[in-house]
């Protein structure tokens, strides 16, 4: 009887641990879950503000996607020719001062990028 009941005291205690690793990884996924969502928020908002602060918000979701940004840090390593690559439907869309501005833009993100020097 006390043997029985020994096992049945442990299969509880196994039971509990594997609850309890459950929910700490439950927890973890979740936490992973929020710091993606809020890195990914914060990168959205700091493109979004980069390209309406060169008049080209409306571009943005269209050059971000094609050219695989999805941070304003990303832009450092895009250079005049990926323009030239972008797909025809955006290209159309691209007015010469809207080209410019983005080439100027990447520009000021590669500078922005550079470590100081000294």
């Known amino acids: ?33 929020e710091r993606a969502r809020v890195e990914a928020e914060t990168n959205e908002t700091g493109l979004k503000a980069l390209f309406e602060q060169h008049g080209l918000g409306s571009l943005r979701v269209d050059v971000c996607r094609e050219l695989g940004v999805h941070s304003v840090d990303d832009l450092a390593y895009l ?16 007015k010469a001062v809207q080209k410019r501005r983005l080439i100027a833009m990447f520009a000021s993100q590669v500078s922005a990028a550079a470590p100081a020097p000294g």
């Open 1 to 33: 009887m006390q043997k029985r009941r020994k096992e049945e005291e442990e299969e509880r205690e196994v039971k509990k641990r594997k609850t309890e690793e459950q929910e700490r990884r439950q927890a973890e996924e979740q936490r992973e879950e």
């Open 79 to 94: 250079t005049p020719e990926d323009l030239d690559a972008l797909p025809l439907y955006l290209k159309d869309k691209l």
